[in-house]
């Protein structure tokens, strides 16, 4: 069975930072597209950054969000920093694309405030 469990989530100041990350099992992520996702309450799910041959990323995040493999523990990480008011949100990591997806974690909630 392929699995995504993501961890790492928890309260930080604003301008703080945050490591997540997403441990895959049943597949070896380092053959997936694989994507970053939030959802803040109320509001749908918003793109974070997609990682293939190359790494994208929201106007939102970039320049404070780095996404990064590590392919020997099948983990994918988000290196959140300079966090800020906005970011708050249940973070999912899923294999696919942010609109066709086949796998996707629990989440880890983010809260940022001071």
């Known amino acids: 069975e392929m699995q995504l469990v993501e961890s790492g989530g928890g309260l930080v100041q604003p301008g703080g930072s945050l490591r997540l990350s997403c441990a895959a099992s049943g597949f070896s992520l380092s053959q997936y597209v694989m994507t970053w996702v939030r959802q803040a309450p109320g509001k749908g799910p918003e793109w974070v950054s997609t990682?293939?041959?190359?790494?994208t990323y929201a106007d939102s995040v970039k320049g404070r969000f780095t996404v990064s493999r590590d392919n020997l523990k099948n983990t994918l990480s988000l290196q959140m920093n300079s966090l800020k008011p906005e970011d708050p949100a249940v973070y999912y990591c899923q294999r696919g694309t942010f609109t066709t997806y086949y796998t996707r974690g629990q989440g880890t909630q983010v809260t940022v405030s001071s």
């Open positions: 990682s293939s041959a190359s790494t």
